[in-house]
């Protein structure tokens, strides 16, 4: 494996760096996400603007640059380094990505407005009962004349409070747990939503917006349709997805793992740096090594989302459960070195430390996608 940048990444990676150390105010984005609207939509709009981040890893057809995996690893670990809340992942990975793979004229459409920073997108995919299995639904989509009627309930979907658009995963055919049977819908927000699409917006540990989902005869049109037997399309984005918060995750554990050794040269004990006491030494530098490790796990994944299916399937897995190990373990050791301020809202490494707990169950559990990767290989 070539693990090097090109001189386009490269520059993509200069560049994002530059302007999230120039632009992105930790302090202003926890005040967006705490009493604010859950994200900055200026900063979307500069992403998308003044750097092209957003249609970085976005097909031509939908005003992107065509970039690959290896544009998706850039980006997210900057975005992860910097804390950044605005909705990469929903809006790009399972958003703009998915709608072009559809090939549905209103899906691309949608892309398009999110490429050019005007929209951002949500997915409906999972539910209570799903067990992180995305053909285990049961919200259904009835034929009604013309369109279609979807019934039933989706859970913490990440981004829908703030979204312009809302992809659906709803069964069409089959029982629960028949891959064959999903499809996917794309729904309108905002003004245009339709009625009885109910929702219940919450936080996060980590502060996003999410919003549980409730759809009671949401009556649809025809078009509202954009994939059927849509589960090995929703799967491959599920699994970039995946791959791309295993990126943000390294971004987020090379910030924490930098600043609590820069902490530990500084923070005085017994007229001594607490640095230079041989048991933190040594805490630190298994620290190191599960970023190390998080750092190949990281390449394995994003180098292999090209691949077959169960290969996919089984790097990203493994790359999944290496990074949630770490990131318990380096969120954890960064704030007991810090010690009781490691926790409190001033200093940056709580907000990190949330983040990353939260990266631990996002998109499954260790234990998850280590059966999965036992199944898979």
């Known amino acids: 494996m070539d693990f090097t940048l090109t001189p386009e990444q490269q520059l993509l990676a200069d560049g994002l760096g530059k302007f999230l150390d120039a632009r992105y105010d930790l302090q202003a984005s926890r005040e967006a996400v705490k009493v604010g609207a859950g994200w900055q939509p200026e900063i979307w709009r500069a992403l998308a603007d003044e750097l092209g981040v957003i249609g970085a890893c976005l097909p031509e057809a939908v005003g992107g640059d065509d970039g690959g995996p290896e544009e998706l690893m850039v980006v997210t670990e900057a975005l992860g380094h910097a804390l950044v809340v605005e909705p990469f992942v929903d809006s790009v990975v399972l958003g703009a990505r998915l709608l072009h793979a559809t090939g549905a004229e209103p899906a691309l459409a949608a892309a398009r407005r999110i490429a050019a920073g005007e929209a951002v997108s ?205 990131a318990r373990f380096i969120g954890q050791n960064a704030v007991q070195l810090h010690g009781g301020m490691g926790m409190t809202e001033e200093l940056a490494i709580g907000h990190y430390f949330k983040r990353l707990t939260a990266v631990e169950y996002e998109f499954g559990t260790a234990d998850a996608h280590l059966a999965r990767f036992a199944a898979s290989s």
């Not at 005085?268 to 006491?277: E, K, L, M, N, T």
Request: net charge negative; aromatic share 6%; no cysteine.
């Open 122 to 326: 949500a997915l409906a995919a999972l539910e209570d009962s799903s067990g992180g299995v995305l053909s285990r639904i049961a919200t259904s989509a009835d034929r009604d004349g013309d369109g279609w009627v979807i019934n039933g309930t989706k859970a913490v979907v990440t981004s829908a409070p703030i979204a312009d658009y809302l992809i659906v995963s709803a069964r069409t055919a089959g029982e629960p747990d028949d891959p064959a049977g999903v499809s996917l819908f794309l729904l309108e927000l905002g003004d245009n939503a339709p009625a009885g699409l109910t929702s219940h917006p919450l936080r996060t540990i980590d502060d996003r917006v999410a919003a549980d989902l409730v759809f009671t005869d949401v009556r649809v049109p025809a078009d509202a349709l954009i994939a059927e037997s849509a589960i090995d399309l929703l799967e491959r984005a599920w699994d970039e997805a995946t791959a791309a918060v295993v990126s943000e995750a390294v971004g987020l554990m090379r910030k924490v793992f930098t600043d609590t050794v820069e902490y530990a040269k500084q923070r005085q004990q017994f007229g001594v740096p607490i640095g230079s006491f041989q048991a933190l030494q040594h805490r630190m530098v298994d620290m190191h090594l599960e970023l190390e490790q998080s750092v190949a796990a990281q390449y394995f994944a994003i180098l292999s989302l090209d691949d077959a299916p169960a290969e996919r399937a089984a790097a990203v897995s493994a790359a999944k459960a290496t990074i949630s190990r770490a």
